[in-house]
């Protein structure tokens, strides 16, 4: 699947290094790039393709706040929406949230962070008509971090090396992964722990059926054990 982007920023500079990130991923295609709202709202008006994504800026000049989040919201529904904005108080942040925006991120935007959103959209996508397994909703949807007393059972129910906390950072991960694979020492690179405690904490995973082992043989040295998501390892 190709993603469909819009952009909304009324500064055409930032508009610019926007689009640049965004198109720097293979399946990203940038359709227009408005630099007030009633460009953007006349463009969507006409045009025979509709964004799947609509990356924008909550102060364009034209519109209050979050007014054009609002309008696109009603009007084009099936169009999502991610806020990079310089707003990050907390009124501001529930609101969208409320509206129901896809992702937010303050400014100015790290393109690793950028480009995890758009994956994970994408990733999203794909698999709307795979089966789940409720272990894979979990990392998702973030459902094991929402409610208190599961979470505490959790941490009496986890085997022995195994903490809550770093579990938890670990599943946080799993959703923005570029690679197909994961290693223990890509593990270690993005998460900050040992190469030991990596492949500890990925076993685990194996053994609830969120990730899948395998064994990987090079040309030289040893055979490497690498995972791989289970929904990706089932689509495979």
Known sequence: MNVNVLIIEDDFRIAHIHKEMV??????????????????????????ILPDIILLDMYIPDVQELELVETLRKQYPYCNIIIASAANDTKTIKAAKQLGVFDFMIKPIDKERLQASFRNFKKQVDLQEQEWTQAQLDVLFHAKQLDEQK????????????????LDKILAFLPTLQEEYITAQLLTEKIGISRSTARRYLEYLDAIQVVEATVHYGQVGRPQRMYILREQYEQN
């Open 23 to 48: 198109e720097q991923l293979p399946f990203c295609y940038v359709l227009h790039t408005s630099l007030h709202a009633k460009d953007a709202l006349e463009f969507l008006q006409t045009s025979l």
């Open 151 to 166: 979470q505490v059972k959790k941490q009496e129910e986890l085997p022995k090396g195994i903490d809550e906390l770093t």
